[in-house]
């Protein structure tokens, strides 16, 4: 499969715990992108990654939430802590240049996090 | 702050009607993009717009990009069950990089 690939597809965490979900992207995609997506709401934006480096992350809460996205391995988006308002689904995107206009994103299948 | 409104949120029709469902902005985008999602999957890309005043065609669906380009609209014709799904309209500012702005969507329901 040549998609972009997101695991786990659900994951189950109690307050206070760590949520770690994990995006690899389409292959020769070097640019990486996550949203969050709540019940009857669009895709928010979350953070712009490029191998090894935040592009943006004027989305992302400056608390518990952190992105990167190593030279090898996956992208790997952690919410420490995590509180019931974090329940959502968390997509993740890639593209081969970060022009948005010329370069559509190609979405993962999401992972649906839900904080008990 | 770019927002995307789109209308209406939630449309149920019958096989064989025909539907608009409306982007607007107060921000110019250098292109629009519409995609549709199904449950449990992510959003696919439908097509992009780049050009003020463009229309693109892809067999019963219909986009166009205002002439300012703020806003867009999807018209369907001759609804299908298979058409239904939630529908999403997304704006690319001018650089920021592939940061997409989303509507809230439109959850269509065509009934057989």
């Known amino acids: 499969n040549a998609g972009v690939m997101q695991n786990p597809r659900h994951l189950v965490r109690r307050r206070g715990q760590e949520a770690r979900l994990r995006c690899s992207p389409m292959?020769?995609?070097?640019?990486v992108y996550w949203y969050r997506q709540l019940p009857e709401e669009g895709l928010k934006f979350m953070v712009y990654?490029?191998?090894?480096?935040?592009?943006?992350e004027s989305g992302m809460p400056k608390e518990r939430f952190s992105a990167e996205f190593p030279k090898e391995g996956p992208s790997i988006l952690r919410i420490q802590q995590v509180v019931r308002g974090d329940s959502a689904a968390y997509f993740c995107?890639?593209?081969?240049?970060?022009?948005?206009?010329?370069?559509?994103?190609?979405f993962g299948n999401g992972t649906r996090l839900t904080v008990t | 702050t770019q927002l995307l409104e789109q209308s209406p949120q939630f449309l149920s029709i019958q096989e064989g009607e025909n539907l608009t469902v409306y982007c607007n902005s107060s921000?110019?985008?250098?292109?629009l993009q519409w995609y549709r999602q199904e449950p449990g999957e992510g959003p696919v890309l439908l097509v992009t717009?780049?050009?003020?005043?463009e229309v693109k065609k892809l067999k019963r669906l219909t986009f166009q990009f205002g002439d300012a380009r703020k806003d867009s609209s999807l018209h369907i014709t001759a609804a299908q069950p298979g058409d239904t799904g939630l529908y999403l309209c997304?704006?690319?500012?001018?650089?920021?990089?592939?940061?997409?702005?989303f509507g809230q969507g439109t959850e269509l329901s065509v009934k057989p």
């Open positions: 717009v780049v050009t003020g005043g």
């Open positions: 995107a890639s593209s081969s240049t970060g022009k948005g206009e010329f370069s559509p994103l190609h």
């Open positions: 921000s110019v985008f250098s292109s």
């Open positions: 990654l490029q191998k090894e480096n935040i592009i943006d």
């Open positions: 997304a704006g690319a500012g001018y650089n920021q990089g592939g940061k997409l702005i």
């Open positions: 292959k020769g995609h070097s640019h």
